[in-house]
């Protein structure tokens, strides 16, 4: 089966019927690649003699699953969704030693060191901003790194209806501590990619998050 947007689909590659590659006639234009709203993107790169393996992973075996069922659909958002989705939850129940060791999840990591980086005060509401997070969650959170001594809250003197929110010097000193280990840690989790390849799926996650960004506000309507 081929999809409606004429990429094909893991079935032929599973079976090892790929199309052989198309010859270029000398005077042939090079292939254009489609960039958004339809606009030529440039050439597609050339990579001779290069054949990508057909994926083998639990995504690829809930494709095949709903290619069964649903032959006639496109499955192939799904390879690409179903991907990230699957890596995040990986990610998210791997266990970061050096937090683990500070006795920090990720979440609250995350909300001190978004307190170092930007190097001053933040509001909860402008925390919760930072790390993707409720305000909820982000009150719960600064109860319990307040009552660690890690982070300190002050009243604002003219509304007091607003807190501000700052690193102690033990905060700063934890986060300072554990950011190269938990950087060496992450590195060992990415070692599976070669160097280039970390950089190749940086750069087209950035893309994907710039796009979404600015988009999924009007998908929801």
Known sequence: MTPT?????????????RPAPA????????????GPGGAEAGPAPARAGHVPAAPDDTVAA???QWRAVHPELDTGPMEVIGRINRCAALLQQAEDAPL??????????????????????????????????SGAAVTKRLKQLTERGLVERRGDTRDRRV??????????DLVDGILPEQLAYETAVLSVLSADGQTDLAALLGDLLGRLEGRMGALRA
């Open 62 to 64: 809930v494709v095949r």
């Open 5 to 17: 947007n004429g990429r094909p689909t893991a079935e032929h590659a599973e079976a090892g019927d």
């Open 23 to 34: 010859r270029t006639a000398p005077d042939a234009r090079p292939e254009r690649r489609s």
């Open 100 to 133: 683990r060791r500070a006795g920090l999840s990720r979440a609250e990591f995350d909300l001190l060191g978004a307190l170092r980086r930007t190097g001053h005060e933040l509001t909860p509401g402008e925390l919760a901003r930072e790390t993707f997070s």
């Open 163 to 172: 807190a501000h929110v700052r690193l102690t010097d033990s905060g700063r």
